[in-house]
């Protein structure tokens, strides 16, 4: 298999899409400048500056808050730390549904203002005319059907998403819109291999079991870094947090016993 990865030039939304059945796609949230750099230098394929930053960020118990200028804010920090990942920045509650012209409006804010190479915006079927109007304007779009964080409270909570035919149906909506690219999240593992065949963009999944084109975790906890919920879906791929722990109680240690700053951090 040929592996279209660009090993000379930043990674763009067609080099994502022509991915599909070339090699599988990882995709990582950040939100900020030093985590993207890390994970850019790990040769991670696309950056989600995700609303997740709403609960990892700003400790809040869903993504709803979030705005559109806090977004912006993020993802540019993000920018500017991927050297050569795709970054995608994520459309916050109610900057999209409103009405195709206002969700273009603010794709293009994110795009303008943050240096981000696509957006990102849940839901199938009842936003494929936004999407459909960003992709004409220009914009590439990704997609995110399944459970989508945004609807959270309709839904009744972060559940398994299991209707067939609705799943179906909003894949192919968000392909003929013309997005590049869609998320599956919380979907069960056979249900997202059958959307994955359906359609010719990548699936990218979460909580979507091992049949999709890709897959997105939340960096913080891949990292074992944000505890305030563990959803079964995530594996912890290293203990940052436990260690950031260990090394800000190392230093209250020094510095309270006087050993830190030593003559070696100090000015002569
Ligand atoms: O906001 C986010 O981080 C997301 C991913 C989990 C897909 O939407």
Redesign the pocket.
């Known amino acids: 298999m040929s592996a279209p990865v660009p090993a000379d030039r930043p990674m763009t939304a067609p080099d994502f899409a022509a991915a599909k059945g070339q090699r599988r796609l990882s ?1 990582l ?1 950040a939100y900020d400048y030093t985590t993207a750099r890390l994970f850019d230098a790990a040769g991670v394929d696309a950056i ?1 500056v ?4 709403g609960m990892v960020v700003q400790g809040n118990a869903d ?1 709803l808050r979030v705005t559109l200028d806090e977004m912006i804010y993020h993802t540019r920090c993000v920018a500017r730390g991927a050297k050569r990942a795709l970054v995608i920045g ?1 459309m916050p509650f109610l900057s999209f549904q409103l009405s195709p012209e206002s969700a273009l409006a603010n794709a293009g804010r994110l795009i303008k203002e943050s240096d981000a190479q696509a957006v ?1 915006l ?1 839901g199938g079927q009842r936003t494929a005319a936004a999407i459909e109007r960003m992709v004409a304007a220009g914009i590439p779009v990704m997609a ?1 059907i399944g459970l989508t ?1 945004q609807s959270v409270r309709a839904i009744g909570g972060f559940k398994v998403q299991r209707d067939a035919e609705r799943l179906k149906a909003d894949a192919k909506a968000v392909e003929s819109a013309g997005a590049f690219s869609v ?1 599956v ?1 919380c979907v069960p593992t056979e249900l997202a291999g059958e959307l994955t065949a359906l359609i010719k963009i990548p699936t ?1 999944g ?1 909580g979507a079991g091992n049949q999709c084109d890709g897959q ?3 960096g913080a906890d891949m990292l074992g870094m944000f505890d305030d919920v563990r959803p079964k879906f995530v594996k912890r791929f290293g203990e940052l947090g436990a260690a950031a722990r260990q090394a800000a109680e190392a230093y209250c240690r020094d510095v309270r016993s006087g050993t830190f700053p030593g003559p070696e951090n100090s000015f002569r």
């Open positions: 995709v949230t989600l995700g609303d997740s930053l993504c994520d990102k849940e995110h964080p998320v999240e990218i979460i997105v975790l939340v």
